[in-house]
């Protein structure tokens, strides 16, 4: 099947902006940069989570779903924007939530009520002490929640954190394309795409548009937020096998493809760190564009690490995939990172 051939629902405006850092690259010395602007996606300040939701969302509405069932974060983007969508399509939210619940709504959570979520359940961290078990009893949660939906006469419809992996590879695949199309009318081809990687759908999806319509020649760059890079590389090359064979395509992935970086992560998932602060403020004050600091924040900190370290060619076009955020800028939990910015006074 052909990528334009699988279902999908109209959630944005495509293509999204291509910017060139302009400043941002003479600050560094080189390469040459561009943002691929996936934050300026329309619905509740926009994100990744967009594209992969109209491949989710037209299947939602094949099986005739009332009520979408997901999960992520307390501060999660994915599920803000499900909410969102799901009101584009008259469909309701509900969502399992890992953590306490807050006691003031900041961030993403604040956006979820203001959406206007049929419901917001928490799985407290307190009671599983393992990430594996938190995810399991998480997971468990969404499925009890869809059960109880079914015996109200409801049609639910399960989204899992982040999309299925397969919306991610045809979401992504198809961003690649969108941006072959975008460089060739500025007469250049990008060598590299640098992405923050969650759950790794985004990134699959790169690697997927970079070997069919780039023969492979896009360098795809994953800077992991939480995982360890060969966890992400095996479920990213299972993702591939799995959307390969959806397409029905004659497809090798050849080994060494998968590039992901874990040493940006910090302390873990969410938790600040100098150089994510650093990236942000950076980014900010060079090119007026703003990051966040639990994705985009630290992907840009991994970037400009491997611009310091040579790992691109002064050169080479290397696009910054941005993949939104911005609500966590306004979370509680990272006000400690940039309140205690300095006021610069009357000048
Ligand atoms: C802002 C932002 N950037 C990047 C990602 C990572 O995307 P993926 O889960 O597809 O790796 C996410 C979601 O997890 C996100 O919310």
Redesign the pocket.
Known sequence: MQLGQVPRVRLGYWPTPLDELLRLSRYLGRPRLFAKREDLTPLALG???IR?LEYALAEAQAHRATTLVTSGATQ???VRLTIAAGNRLGLKTIAVLRGHRPSAPTGNYLLDRMLGAAGLHFVDPRDHPSREDLVRATEARVQELAEELRERGEVPYVIPN??APLH?ALA?AGCVLEMVHQFRELGLAPHAVV??????????GLVLGSLLYTQGELRVV?IS?SAPATALRERIQRNLEEAVAFLGIPLDVPEGLIEVHDGYVGPGYGIPTPEMRDAVLLVSRTEGILL?P???GK?MAGLVDLVGKGAFDPEDVVVFLH???IP?LFADAQAPTFQVLADPGEG
């Open positions: 994100g990744n989570k992969k999660s983007n994915h982040g999309c991610g992504y992405t923050a990687c969650g759950t790794g759908g985004t990134q699959t994953g937020v966040d639990v994705y985009t992907a993949t939104g955020g966590a």
